[in-house]
């Protein structure tokens, strides 16, 4: 792992002797936009991942020195294996991104469209603790529109792997802005890491927020418009 660390660290091109180990760990370190994955992330099946981590995390439990024969326990292995796959890290396949279809704009409406308090879960991707939070979503049409269910899916699906917020902001700005085919989308992200507050400085208080503003959107004034919006 440490040698990970300093891997990553001469990449983005930081001294080595200005970090220990402990402010690495803690730090809001990313690559960038894509998520960090291996060319063989796609090599195993869902089975065999899902086989493989019942495994691997059946021997952190027995380490900590958990009985793994009591009943409450026992399938506890297997329920983390199918949660990771299926559930909370699913964002990861690209076999579960979201089918969109985009309708034409009849009612000619030329104004923003707000989708705000979108509910998500995601996982921090430092500790692997929960991060908590409401995405705001907006785009003015170039002639298209998407269902709203849809802005709603793509969220989750981002939100649904190891993520760094910053990079969630951005993942969903790209994807809306490929999608609608239009530079005029906004995207904000108010959420509390577990990170922060359950562990670490341990303060139960604070939370952070990241924004996208693309084209019509950075404005002051269509930013002033957007946060009316989301605020009422």
């Known amino acids: 792992m440490k040698s990970t660390a300093q891997t990553l660290l001469r990449q983005n091109g930081y001294n080595l002797q200005d970090f220990s180990i402990d402010e690495i760990g803690d730090d809001h370190i990313s690559t960038g936009i894509e998520t960090p994955m291996k060319p063989t992330a796609f090599e195993r099946t869902d089975a065999e991942k899902k086989e493989r981590i019942a495994s691997l995390f059946a021997e952190i439990m027995d380490v900590m020195g958990l009985d793994l024969t009591d009943d409450s326990l026992r399938g506890t292995p ?13 964002g990861l396949n690209p076999a579960n991104k979201p089918k969109v279809a985009l309708f034409d704009n009849k009612y000619q409406y030329q104004q923003m469209l707000v989708e705000k308090d979108i509910t998500f879960y995601s996982n921090c991707e430092h500790h692997f603790v929960p991060i908590i ?16 269910s849809k802005l709603n899916r793509i969220v989750q699906y981002f939100a649904k792997r190891p993520q760094v917020q910053e990079r969630l902001t951005n993942q969903i700005a790209r994807e809306l802005t490929q999608i609608l085919d239009t530079e005029d989308v906004a995207v904000i992200i108010d959420a509390k890491h577990l990170c922060v507050s359950s562990r670490g400085i341990k303060d139960d208080t604070s939370a952070t927020v990241t924004c996208y503003y693309g084209g019509a959107f950075n404005t002051p004034e269509k930013i002033a418009e957007l946060q009316n919006y989301i605020n009422k």
């Open 133 to 148: 939070g409401k995405a705001h979503v907006a785009y003015i049409s170039s002639g298209k529109v998407i269902g709203l």
């Open 78 to 90: 297997d329920r983390v294996a199918k949660m990771y796959i299926d559930e909370i890290f699913s």
